[in-house]
């Protein structure tokens, strides 16, 4: 499975490609970061993520986009920014009909590192250290969204019998339900 990695951001967004082998193998396709002078209109650094993102949709086919889910921060235009840049991403994906998960920052640094409350450097550590990598992606934008990459990847089998079993458990319950209710009849049927 081949997942574009987005670390979100209007000023920088990290971006990744990485493909996953069978169990828990990983390889970097390609890493950047994506940069916004800060002085330009609020549109146009959003045109200028989403012409960058269209690029990474269109040179390396991702089957998947996963992107960090923006949490609270203390800046609340920080946290615009990254949500509106996050926004730009899942619509650009979208368009292409591409699935998008989005991973929480803790669960990201838990399947990467072990640890939900790893440091930046710890995750940029472990993203080298799996990839294989000759040396650590910089900036940490680029690390993050690799991290992002290699979360999903290794989740996603997670996920999807998660969702199976609950698809599963929901059929049964219709079922069930309809025998109930087709037992009711039948006894009030027989009681008249």
């Known amino acids: 499975m081949r997942v574009l990695g987005v670390d979100p951001g209007l000023t920088r967004l990290g971006i990744a490609v990485v493909d996953g082998g069978t169990g828990r193998a990983v390889r970097a396709v390609a890493v950047d970061v994506i940069r916004t002078p800060a002085d330009d ?4 650094r959003l045109l200028k993520v989403s012409d960058a993102v269209e690029d990474w949709l269109d040179r390396h086919r991702p089957e998947v986009v996963a992107i960090e889910r923006v949490f609270s921060q203390h800046n609340v235009r920080t946290a615009m920014g990254t949500a509106q840049a996050a926004g730009v991403v899942a619509l650009s994906a979208a368009r292409r009909g591409l699935p998008v998960v989005f991973h929480t920052p803790s669960e990201v640094k ?5 640890s939900g409350r790893a440091d930046k450097a710890q995750v940029t550590t472990m993203v080298t250290r799996l990839l294989g990598l000759a040396t ?3 900036p940490a934008d680029a690390a993050d969204a690799l991290a992002l990459a290699i979360c999903h990847l290794w989740r996603a089998p997670v996920r999807n019998r998660m969702a199976e079993a609950e698809a599963r458990a929901a ?3 219709r079922h069930h339900r309809a025998r109930l209710a087709a037992a009711a009849r039948q006894i009030g049927t027989v009681n008249r």
Do not use: N
């Not at 838990?110 to 072990?114: F, L, Q, S």
């Open 41 to 44: 209109d609020l549109a146009v």
């Open 110 to 114: 838990a399947a990467v590192t072990g």
């Open 136 to 138: 650590a992606p910089k």
């Open 171 to 173: 059929e049964l319950a």
